[in-house]
Protein backbone atom coordinates (compact mmCIF):
# COMPACT_ATOMS: atom_id res chain seq x y z
CA UNK A 1 0.00 0.00 0.00
CA UNK A 2 0.54 3.95 -0.08
CA UNK A 3 3.59 5.17 2.42
CA UNK A 4 3.04 8.23 4.46
CA UNK A 5 6.14 9.41 6.44
CA UNK A 6 5.85 12.25 9.02
CA UNK A 7 8.68 14.30 10.63
CA UNK A 8 9.47 14.35 13.49
CA UNK A 9 7.70 11.09 15.09
CA UNK A 10 8.54 12.94 18.35
CA UNK A 11 9.52 16.52 19.75
CA UNK A 12 10.23 18.43 22.43
CA UNK A 13 9.98 22.39 22.61
CA UNK A 14 9.74 25.10 25.30
CA UNK A 15 6.19 27.16 25.69
CA UNK A 16 6.12 29.99 23.53
CA UNK A 17 8.55 28.67 20.48
CA UNK A 18 6.58 27.02 17.66
CA UNK A 19 7.51 23.80 15.95
CA UNK A 20 6.64 22.84 12.88
CA UNK A 21 5.50 18.40 11.98
CA UNK A 22 6.16 17.55 7.64
CA UNK A 23 3.98 15.03 6.29
CA UNK A 24 4.77 13.48 3.22
CA UNK A 25 3.44 11.13 0.56
CA UNK A 26 6.26 8.70 -0.70
CA UNK A 27 4.84 7.01 -3.41
CA UNK A 28 1.62 9.21 -4.47
CA UNK A 29 0.89 12.34 -4.86
CA UNK A 30 -1.85 13.46 -2.32
CA UNK A 31 -4.48 15.96 -3.85
CA UNK A 32 -6.17 16.09 -0.16
CA UNK A 33 -3.91 15.95 3.32
CA UNK A 34 -5.81 15.73 6.75
CA UNK A 35 -4.27 16.87 10.16
CA UNK A 36 -5.55 15.14 13.64
CA UNK A 37 -4.97 15.38 17.19
CA UNK A 38 -5.21 12.29 19.35
CA UNK A 39 -5.15 12.73 23.60
CA UNK A 40 -4.27 9.49 24.64
CA UNK A 41 -6.93 6.62 25.11
CA UNK A 42 -8.93 9.23 22.96
CA UNK A 43 -10.40 9.11 19.41
CA UNK A 44 -8.85 10.98 16.85
CA UNK A 45 -10.06 14.85 16.02
CA UNK A 46 -9.77 16.66 12.27
CA UNK A 47 -8.26 19.31 12.58
CA UNK A 48 -8.27 20.68 9.10
CA UNK A 49 -8.28 19.12 5.68
CA UNK A 50 -6.10 21.06 3.03
CA UNK A 51 -5.88 20.48 -1.03
CA UNK A 52 -2.92 21.61 -2.61
CA UNK A 53 -2.40 24.44 -4.03
CA UNK A 54 -5.34 25.92 -1.51
CA UNK A 55 -6.21 27.04 1.59
CA UNK A 56 -6.69 24.93 4.16
CA UNK A 57 -10.14 24.07 5.54
CA UNK A 58 -10.48 24.19 9.34
CA UNK A 59 -12.72 22.50 11.78
CA UNK A 60 -14.77 24.46 14.04
CA UNK A 61 -12.72 25.47 17.10
CA UNK A 62 -9.37 25.06 15.76
CA UNK A 63 -7.71 28.16 16.14
CA UNK A 64 -6.02 28.64 12.26
CA UNK A 65 -3.53 30.94 13.41
CA UNK A 66 -2.27 29.12 15.66
CA UNK A 67 -2.41 25.51 13.74
CA UNK A 68 -0.79 26.85 10.49
CA UNK A 69 -0.73 24.42 7.94
CA UNK A 70 0.67 24.48 4.37
CA UNK A 71 0.13 22.31 1.48
CA UNK A 72 2.45 23.40 -1.13
CA UNK A 73 3.53 20.54 -3.30
CA UNK A 74 1.51 17.19 -4.25
CA UNK A 75 3.37 15.09 -1.64
CA UNK A 76 3.87 17.60 1.27
CA UNK A 77 1.88 19.24 4.16
CA UNK A 78 3.12 21.21 7.17
CA UNK A 79 1.43 22.19 10.58
CA UNK A 80 2.87 24.65 12.24
CA UNK A 81 2.04 25.07 15.87
CA UNK A 82 3.34 28.55 16.56
CA UNK A 83 3.86 29.98 20.17
CA UNK A 84 3.24 26.58 21.45
CA UNK A 85 1.90 25.81 25.36
CA UNK A 86 2.04 22.65 27.37
CA UNK A 87 -1.87 22.13 26.53
CA UNK A 88 -0.59 21.72 22.87
CA UNK A 89 1.22 18.53 23.55
CA UNK A 90 -0.74 15.66 21.80
CA UNK A 91 -0.26 13.11 19.35
CA UNK A 92 -0.54 14.48 15.86
CA UNK A 93 -1.64 12.34 12.66
CA UNK A 94 -2.03 13.32 8.71
CA UNK A 95 -3.00 11.27 6.46
CA UNK A 96 -3.26 11.81 2.61
CA UNK A 97 -5.49 11.07 0.18
CA UNK A 98 -4.70 10.30 -4.00
CA UNK A 99 -7.71 11.92 -5.03
CA UNK A 100 -10.36 14.10 -3.44
CA UNK A 101 -13.28 11.60 -4.03
CA UNK A 102 -14.27 8.93 -1.10
CA UNK A 103 -13.79 5.93 -3.16
CA UNK A 104 -9.84 6.49 -2.59
CA UNK A 105 -8.37 5.04 0.55
CA UNK A 106 -7.10 7.55 2.91
CA UNK A 107 -3.51 6.31 4.00
CA UNK A 108 -2.54 7.58 7.33
CA UNK A 109 1.24 8.97 8.64
CA UNK A 110 2.63 7.11 12.02
CA UNK A 111 2.12 10.30 13.87
CA UNK A 112 4.15 12.69 15.93
CA UNK A 113 4.18 13.15 19.20
CA UNK A 114 4.49 16.54 20.61
CA UNK A 115 5.62 17.40 24.08
CA UNK A 116 5.76 20.91 25.23
CA UNK A 117 7.20 22.09 28.32
CA UNK B 1 -24.56 16.29 11.10
CA UNK B 2 -23.64 12.43 11.02
CA UNK B 3 -22.65 10.55 14.35
CA UNK B 4 -20.48 7.24 15.44
CA UNK B 5 -21.19 5.50 18.27
CA UNK B 6 -18.92 2.56 20.06
CA UNK B 7 -20.67 1.45 23.17
CA UNK B 8 -18.19 -0.73 24.12
CA UNK B 9 -14.68 1.20 25.54
CA UNK B 10 -13.09 -1.89 26.37
CA UNK B 11 -13.37 -5.90 25.46
CA UNK B 12 -11.38 -8.61 26.00
CA UNK B 13 -11.28 -12.09 24.21
CA UNK B 14 -8.81 -14.89 24.41
CA UNK B 15 -6.79 -16.00 22.28
CA UNK B 16 -8.37 -18.11 18.84
CA UNK B 17 -11.98 -17.03 20.01
CA UNK B 18 -14.11 -14.39 18.11
CA UNK B 19 -15.33 -11.01 19.54
CA UNK B 20 -17.87 -8.62 17.52
CA UNK B 21 -17.07 -5.08 18.01
CA UNK B 22 -20.30 -2.56 17.72
CA UNK B 23 -20.59 0.35 15.56
CA UNK B 24 -23.89 2.46 15.40
CA UNK B 25 -24.06 5.51 13.43
CA UNK B 26 -26.89 8.37 12.45
CA UNK B 27 -27.33 9.78 9.06
CA UNK B 28 -29.50 11.11 6.99
CA UNK B 29 -27.30 10.30 3.69
CA UNK B 30 -27.78 7.69 1.45
CA UNK B 31 -24.47 7.22 -0.01
CA UNK B 32 -21.57 6.27 2.12
CA UNK B 33 -18.66 4.24 3.29
CA UNK B 34 -18.30 2.82 6.50
CA UNK B 35 -14.96 1.83 8.23
CA UNK B 36 -12.99 -0.02 10.93
CA UNK B 37 -9.31 0.87 11.38
CA UNK B 38 -6.85 -0.64 13.88
CA UNK B 39 -4.55 1.39 16.31
CA UNK B 40 -1.88 -0.75 17.39
CA UNK B 41 0.63 0.35 20.42
CA UNK B 42 2.55 2.00 17.90
CA UNK B 43 -0.23 4.43 17.17
CA UNK B 44 -0.24 4.24 13.09
CA UNK B 45 -3.56 4.15 11.80
CA UNK B 46 -4.23 0.85 10.07
CA UNK B 47 -7.51 0.18 7.52
CA UNK B 48 -8.82 -3.36 9.01
CA UNK B 49 -12.26 -3.33 6.21
CA UNK B 50 -14.24 -1.23 4.10
CA UNK B 51 -17.73 -1.08 3.51
CA UNK B 52 -20.01 0.56 0.84
CA UNK B 53 -23.30 1.30 1.65
CA UNK B 54 -24.77 0.70 -1.75
CA UNK B 55 -23.44 -3.13 -0.98
CA UNK B 56 -26.17 -5.59 0.36
CA UNK B 57 -23.21 -8.28 0.82
CA UNK B 58 -21.04 -8.05 4.01
CA UNK B 59 -17.12 -6.87 3.43
CA UNK B 60 -15.10 -9.45 4.68
CA UNK B 61 -11.18 -9.45 4.90
CA UNK B 62 -9.28 -12.88 5.74
CA UNK B 63 -10.52 -13.07 9.68
CA UNK B 64 -12.54 -9.97 9.59
CA UNK B 65 -15.97 -9.37 8.44
CA UNK B 66 -18.68 -7.22 9.14
CA UNK B 67 -22.58 -7.47 9.65
CA UNK B 68 -23.64 -4.35 8.14
CA UNK B 69 -27.76 -3.49 8.60
CA UNK B 70 -28.37 -0.23 7.01
CA UNK B 71 -32.18 0.15 7.48
CA UNK B 72 -30.21 -0.05 11.68
CA UNK B 73 -27.83 2.05 10.94
CA UNK B 74 -25.17 -0.71 12.29
CA UNK B 75 -22.01 -1.67 11.50
CA UNK B 76 -20.14 -4.00 13.66
CA UNK B 77 -16.67 -6.22 13.16
CA UNK B 78 -16.56 -9.37 14.07
CA UNK B 79 -12.96 -11.07 14.15
CA UNK B 80 -12.67 -14.87 14.36
CA UNK B 81 -9.29 -16.45 15.46
CA UNK B 82 -8.45 -14.04 17.65
CA UNK B 83 -4.27 -13.75 17.60
CA UNK B 84 -2.20 -11.58 20.57
CA UNK B 85 -1.44 -9.30 17.26
CA UNK B 86 -5.39 -7.96 17.11
CA UNK B 87 -4.52 -6.38 20.32
CA UNK B 88 -5.67 -2.59 19.86
CA UNK B 89 -7.88 0.15 19.46
CA UNK B 90 -10.49 -0.58 16.85
CA UNK B 91 -12.35 2.63 15.75
CA UNK B 92 -15.16 2.19 12.89
CA UNK B 93 -15.61 6.10 10.96
CA UNK B 94 -18.31 7.05 8.36
CA UNK B 95 -17.40 9.32 5.33
CA UNK B 96 -20.03 10.98 3.34
CA UNK B 97 -19.78 9.70 -0.71
CA UNK B 98 -20.01 13.14 -2.15
CA UNK B 99 -18.90 16.37 -1.25
CA UNK B 100 -15.75 18.44 -1.98
CA UNK B 101 -13.45 16.65 1.00
CA UNK B 102 -15.13 13.74 1.93
CA UNK B 103 -14.01 13.26 5.30
CA UNK B 104 -13.63 10.38 8.23
CA UNK B 105 -15.76 10.83 10.91
CA UNK B 106 -14.75 8.43 13.82
CA UNK B 107 -16.17 6.69 16.70
CA UNK B 108 -14.46 6.93 20.13
CA UNK B 109 -12.80 3.69 19.96
CA UNK B 110 -12.96 0.12 21.50
CA UNK B 111 -9.61 -1.43 23.13
CA UNK B 112 -9.92 -4.61 22.54
CA UNK B 113 -7.53 -7.33 24.54
CA UNK B 114 -6.49 -10.72 23.41
CA UNK B 115 -5.64 -12.79 25.63
CA UNK B 116 -3.40 -15.63 26.08
Known amino acids: GAVVSQHPSWVICKSGTSVKIECRSLDFQATTMFWYRQFPKQSLMLMAT?????????EQGVEKDKFLINHASLTLSTLTVTSAHPEDSSFYIC?????????????FGPGTRLTVT | AQTVTQSQPEMSVQEAETVTLSCTYD???????LFWYKQPPSRQMILVIRQEAYKQQNATENRFSVNFQKAAKSFSLKISDSQLGDTAMYFCAFMFHGGATNKLIFGTGTLLAVQP
Open chain 2, 27 to 33: TSENNYY
Open chain 1, 50 to 58: SNEGSKATY
Open chain 1, 95 to 107: SAREQAGAAYEQY
